[in-house]
């Protein structure tokens, strides 16, 4: 009798494993088959990011060419378009909240874990850089406000006025009927994120912006929050998210497809199954909104993928940089 419950037992086991491995199977039918040739070399160094940033990657580039650390090179990268006044999305001439306050968020993350991140942070160019300066010179993760504002005083940065003429002139254009209706890829491409591998294969990144146009006064989004807009494992990989930072929070995205490739998935698999978690949510209203994932692992395999077509990313690799756009779950 004990034999054959035992037999019973090891058969309903075997037919449950049959069952789970043909559900898998079934669930990522869809997904980009993605060959991987274990024989294939690492490629790096390698600099990634959201959107068409090439000034951006390329100076990122630059400092990895010479021998620089990742961390450096996503910094240096991201400080770029933070200074750039014609970028309404990110640093100075960002569009502002509703009250007309320019507000940035960003965040970093080193090979070792590290990570520094500021929050609702006025007047100051470059967030990135006191983020680094929140990993390198406090206990802390996380500085929001006027606290991190005179953090960033006192490691000596400059208090600049955010808010540009143009910038104020269509924040003023916008209060004429003060509609918050985010228009995708324009509103929702607010965030510069990117990730970096150096030459000896260490990985970190960073993510910046000046959140949705016209916001609420005092809301976060996903950006310069440690697993949601930014998330790197240096022995697995890493992953940026951009679009609708609501949406990225409550799939916790980017640690998802770290996860995901803790798993085995490939960057581009773990990319559309998190895309996936967003527009499976019950009641989701996806059509409206923009959501756009970058991931690497650590050999240097890249995946990006978003909710809307016109998405599109940014690479350092093999000696050149390029923009390619990139696949989505709504056609073009």
Known sequence: MKRRKFIKASSLSGAALLVA???????DKNQTEVKKDPEAKPSFPLAIATWNVERSVSTASEVLKKGGS??????????????????????LGGLPDRDGNVT?????????????????LQNIVHPVEVARK????????????????????????????LLTEESKKAWEKWKVESKYDPIINIENHDTIGMIAIDNDGQLSGAC???????????????????????????????????????????????????ELMRQGKSPQQACEEA??????KPNSNFKDFQVGYVATNKRGEIGYYSIHPNFSITIYRDGKVENLKSKSHISA
């Open 134 to 161: 929140v990993m390198e010179e406090t206990p802390h993760v996380m500085l929001a406000g006027k606290g991190a504002e005179q953090f960033a005083y006192e490691m000596g940065f400059k208090k600049t006025d």
């Open 208 to 258: 910046t912006t000046s959140g949705l146009a016209y916001k609420m006064g005092g809301r976060v989004g996903d950006s310069p929050i440690i697993g949601f807009g930014l998330f790197v494992d240096n022995e697995i990989g890493g992953a940026v998210a951009t679009g609708l930072g609501e949406e990225v929070v409550k799939t916790v995205g980017s640690f998802l497809i770290v």
């Open 21 to 27: 491995s043909t559900a898998n199977a079934c669930q």
């Open 70 to 91: 990742a961390l450096d090179a996503v910094v240096e990268g991201c400080k770029i378009e933070e200074a750039d006044p014609k970028n309404i999305t990110v640093g």
């Open 104 to 120: 940035l968020d960003s965040c970093v993350m080193d090979n070792k874990g590290n990570c520094g991140s500021v929050v609702y």
């Open 275 to 280: 895309i996936k978690r967003i527009v499976e």
